[in-house]
């Protein structure tokens, strides 16, 4: 619920979490409270009247502001940047009205204008009730019909957290085939700065964030949590003042960032989500993957199939008896769906060539795609696709044909990474090529599943002929990926899709609105593999967590405890199915099948980190029905030099007072006696164990 206490003091309330803001004496528009809900409104912080000031500490570098706007005397990181066309580099926002859209999901839009230039900024707050969670965006509007207004920075929103408390950042930090590994550190007086300079949301960082104050654990304790809804260049600012305050600001990147508005034109920022709960990490995430299924995904809550990738087994030499072969031994064994990888366009025979022309190559497939795909059918499976559509080969018929369409400076060298250029898709025309040549590929094959690739970041950021300031590139090139991807969705809603940027460099928020799963990693390694996506189960849900199980660790780690790591996500197999023998095969057959009646509880539950893998050698992760009435437990034991006891697993979130049986443990038994006593199970290194969870009709 939002309510308007006073016409200048608003409070957000769901079951559990608060959050307050209003206009100071000075007319500021101040952040007065974020944390548990409150008995009563009278309990919420008004803004208070700032504090006595020197020549240095002006009121601005005091106060809490909820969208601080650069002008003045302001030394902290502010929301917004702005240079008017008399040369005017100050902003003076002043409130002058708000809003409450009570439909739906709950919205106070809070308008503030500039002193003297027609210039607004509308700050919106969505209220996710069930979620408890609050999603921020500002709308930046040139309101005037004179020249253009620069704008500098544009984030998305500030959050501040209690003051004069030591706090504690967790975060995600990693790079290509080593994603998603968690760092938590105390953070001192200053900026520490979390951002992607690549035009994708990149490997090395997430835009999310943990903080607590000090204290919290996995299963309790204080945590405030966030996250940005962008696949572009991003940043993070947490920083704490010199007067111990902190705060998070999340946005669109402001390095080598300009935006020429025009006037009557909105510069609309992605959203900002933010949540609070007194139910420690695991809580925070848990309430991510809700929202993720609820409100974020395209399909959150439909069972995704077990999928067969072809990439580690063929690479390039794809064609369709080779493809053939594998979609026969991944039918027999219980794949669902076949998707093609890298390799089967024209002139692709190696990463060299080819990107640009997507149509099947005629010599590896001289009939096209219909032969294998219908193949695929007979066998009961749906087909896939692999695409990597922004990207262009210098070798190739699109870019003899179109050399200006890549983002370039046109007097230096267009550095290729992996023999491959970025296309400009902030570019209409190569939207618009896009777009017609997918869509033809889409309604020519009878295709399910697309694999959407990335695999390079951004050099020499040119846009020769961009119609506003050239550096609006960064925005525009992300508007135009999601342009060309919703496009697709509307025209053929059949398919689904899947984000991949060389493993897990373009997951969020964003993307996810569009895309059903994520390839998270090009590092299929098991034991690495356990890490990786413990990291990535911090933000998002396992219904989105795509695992292959691959030859990359055959032979070195049991095929059972490869699949079980697979199977904490959406199992698939990659390797060359061919070479495998009977009984790899058979354990395999067996697997899926598991996996197969227990994917609902995965893909839909709620996820508990009993041990963490970023953590520990012996971990442990249960799912858990909505209605707590059946479970699965996962645990695994990586290296562990010496022969060791292994410590009990706590169950968590059973229902209190209800009988459960966990399979192959003595039992039934009380939840409390699982939640409290727990459960030991004898794992030597590289075992695994999977086991059922079922409440007992009382
Ligand atoms: C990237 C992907 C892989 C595979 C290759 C194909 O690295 O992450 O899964 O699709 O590209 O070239």
Redesign the pocket.
């Known amino acids: 619920m939002i309510t308007s206490v006073t016409d200048d003091f608003w409070v957000l309330e769901t079951s559990q979490m608060a959050y307050a803001c209003g206009l100071d004496p000075d007319g500021r528009l101040v952040h007065t409270y974020w944390g548990a809900r409150l008995p009563a409104q009278a309990d919420y912080p008004r803004p208070q009247a700032t504090p006595e000031s020197s020549s240095f500490n002006q009121p601005a570098q005091l106060v809490a502001e909820e969208y601080p706007a650069y002008g003045g005397p302001k030394y902290t990181e502010p929301c917004l940047k702005a240079s008017f066309p008399d040369g005017t580099r100050d902003l003076d926002l002043r409130f002058v009205g708000a809003t409450i859209e009570a439909e739906g999901q709950p919205t106070l839009h809070l308008r503030l204008r500039d002193a003297v230039y027609p210039f607004t900024v509308t700050l919106h707050y969505r209220l996710h009730e069930d979620h408890g969670l609050i999603e921020r965006s500002a709308t930046i509007r040139h309101e005037g019909d004179g020249p253009a207004v620069m704008l500098e920075r544009v984030w998305s929103a500030q959050w501040h957290f209690p003051a004069q408390q030591q706090t504690r950042l967790t975060h995600l930090a990693g790079r290509w085939y080593d994603e998603f590994a968690l760092h938590r550190e105390t953070l001192t007086p200053g900026v520490k700065v979390l951002e992607s300079r690549r035009v994708t949301t990149g490997h090395d960082h997430q835009p999310w964030f943990a903080l607590d104050l000090g204290g919290a654990q996995e299963d309790h304790g204080d945590v405030w949590f966030g996250a940005l809804a962008w696949s572009g260049n991003w940043k993070l600012a947490a920083e704490v003042t010199a007067f111990s305050t902190t705060r998070v600001s999340l946005g669109v990147n402001d390095w080598d960032f300009a935006w020429q508005l025009n006037p009557g034109e909105s510069f609309v920022t992605p959203s900002c989500l933010a949540g609070f709960t007194q139910a420690g990490h695991g809580g925070a995430s848990q309430r991510m993957h809700d929202f993720i299924r609820d409100r974020v995904l395209p399909d959150g809550h439909t069972l995704r199939p077990v999928l067969y990738?072809s990439?580690?087994a063929t690479?390039?030499d794809v064609d369709e008896s080779s493809q053939t072969r594998l979609a026969e031994v991944a039918a027999d064994l219980g794949t669902e769906l076949f998707v093609v990888?890298?390799?089967w366009f024209h002139g692709r025979n190696l990463?060299n060539a080819g990107l640009g022309d997507w149509w099947p190559d005629a010599r590896k497939f001289p009939n096209g795609l219909t032969p294998l795909i219908e193949r695929v059918k007979a066998l009961g499976m749906t087909f896939g696709l692999?695409v990597?559509p922004e990207m262009v080969n210098p070798d190739s018929d699109l870019y003899r044909a179109h050399p200006d369409w890549v983002i370039h400076f046109p007097s230096r060298p267009r550095t290729e990474a992996?023999g491959q250029l970025i296309l400009n898709v902030a570019r209409p025309e190569v939207q618009a090529y896009l777009t017609d040549t997918l869509s033809r590929l889409l309604q020519e094959n009878d295709i399910r599943f697309i694999?959407w690739?990335m695999?390079r970041s951004v050099s020499e950021p040119g846009w020769p002929d961009a119609p506003g300031d050239p550096r609006e590139l960064w925005v525009r090139y992300v508007q135009g990926f999601y342009q060309i991807l919703s496009t697709l969705r509307e025209q053929h809603p059949q398919v689904r899709w899947q984000t991949?940027?060389?493993?897990g460099?373009r997951v969020d928020l964003g993307v996810l609105r569009l895309a059903s799963q994520a390839?998270v990693?090009?590092n299929t390694h098991a034991a690495a593999r356990l890490a990786i996506q413990d990291g990535y189960s911090r933000v998002f849900p396992a219904n989105t967590m795509e695992a292959w199980v691959t030859d990359a660790d055959r032979g070195e780690l049991p095929l059972e405890f490869r699949l079980h790591v697979s199977m904490l996500g959406l199992l698939g197999l990659?390797g060359q199915l061919l070479d495998w023998t009977q009984a790899e095969r058979e354990v395999a057959r067996t697997q899926i099948a598991l996996y197969k009646s227990i994917r609902h509880l995965v893909q839909r539950g709620d996820q508990y980190r009993l041990r963490s893998a970023q953590e520990q050698a012996y971990s442990a992760v249960q799912y858990l029905s909505k209605d707590r009435s059946e479970g699965v437990l996962f645990a695994f034991r990586t290296h562990l030099a010496r022969p060791a006891t292994l410590p009990p697993l706590y169950l968590r979130g059973l229902e209190p007072g209800a009988l459960y049986a966990v399979e192959g443990m003595e039992g039934p038994r009380s939840a409390e006696a699982w939640m409290h006593m727990g459960l030991s199970l004898g794992l030597g290194d590289y075992q695994s164990a999977v086991r059922k969870i079922q409440r007992l009709l009382g």
């Open positions: 990738n990439w580690e690479f390039f990888d890298d390799g990463d692999w990597e992996r694999k690739d695999n991949c940027s060389g493993g460099g390839w990693s090009d990659g």
